[in-house]
T-cell receptor, first 110, second 117 residues
Framework: QKEVEQNSGPLSVPEGAIASLNCTYS??????FFWYRQYSGKSPELIMS????GDKEDGRFTAQLNKASQYVSLLIRDSQPSDSATYLC??????????FGKGTMLLVSP | NAGVTQTPKFRILKIGQSMTLQCTQD?????MYWYRQDPGMGLKLIYY???????DKGEVPNGYNVSRSTTEDFPLRLELAAPSQTSVYFC????????????????FGPGTRLTVL
């Protein structure tokens, strides 16, 4: 059974701080990793994809992947109140289907 | 591009009724997916398709049916609606290869909120 685990939160950070969101996965053969942002009542929006070990940066977002530890994280620098949302980690084995975690709620206070 | 569109946005069904949730994408993606999301839970895959004429079951297919006659459309059919099917339904699509070395990035439609009473 493929599993993706996330702390449900909420994770509370002050405006301007770094938010760190974490995700672990069970299937060692997983090859593709994604972070989605979901505002309340809205659909998931893709914000980052990462496929190899290391860091990938896009603006204020950095995804980090460690396949040996089966761990993927998302850092949000200079957090803004508009970043307040639920962040979903998703993992793909091969070219198959995505398995989603339940998400971590992030609250950024002004 | 409109991306992934879904209709209707909201629907209330009575127990035992049937309905079809529509999903259309204009990105020429081969892969399409149907998920349901219950409060506080992650997304659960219902059915998916890797191309016209090809469909396969996901994690929670019972009570649903799909068809894929064109690349663009992937309707989800609910037969004999039950209260357990009250949920938010999302359609998504992806291509195997995307821009700048990405692949299998799924893009979601706005969702259909379904209540079965």
């Amino acid at each position: 059974q493929k599993e993706v685990e996330q702390n449900s939160g909420p994770l509370s950070v002050p405006e301007g701080a770094i938010a760190s969101l974490n995700c672990t996965y069970s299937d060692r053969g997983s090859q593709s990793f994604f972070w989605y942002r979901q505002y309340s009542g809205k659909s998931p929006e893709l914000i980052m994809s990462i496929y190899s070990n290391g860091d990938k940066e896009d603006g204020r977002f950095t995804a980090q992947l460690n396949k040996a530890s089966q761990y993927v994280s998302l850092l949000i620098r200079d957090s803004q109140p508009s970043d307040s949302a639920t962040y979903l980690c998703a993992v793909m084995l091969g070219y198959s289907t995505l398995t989603f975690g339940k998400g971590t709620m992030l609250l950024v206070s002004p | 591009n409109a991306g992934v569109t879904q209709t209707p946005k909201f629907r209330i069904l009575k127990i035992g009724q049937s309905m079809t949730l529509q999903c259309t994408q204009d990105m020429n993606h081969n892969y399409m997916y149907w998920y349901r999301q219950d409060p506080g839970m992650g997304l659960k895959l219902i059915y998916y398709s890797v191309g016209a004429g090809i469909t396969d079951k996901g994690e929670v297919p019972n009570g649903y049916n799909v068809s894929r006659s064109t690349t663009e459309d992937f309707p989800l059919r609910l037969e004999l609606a039950a209260p357990s099917q009250t949920s938010v339904y999302f359609c998504a699509s992806s291509s195997q290869e995307g821009l700048a070395g990405t692949y299998n990035e799924q893009f979601f439609g706005p969702g259909t909120r379904l209540t079965v009473l």
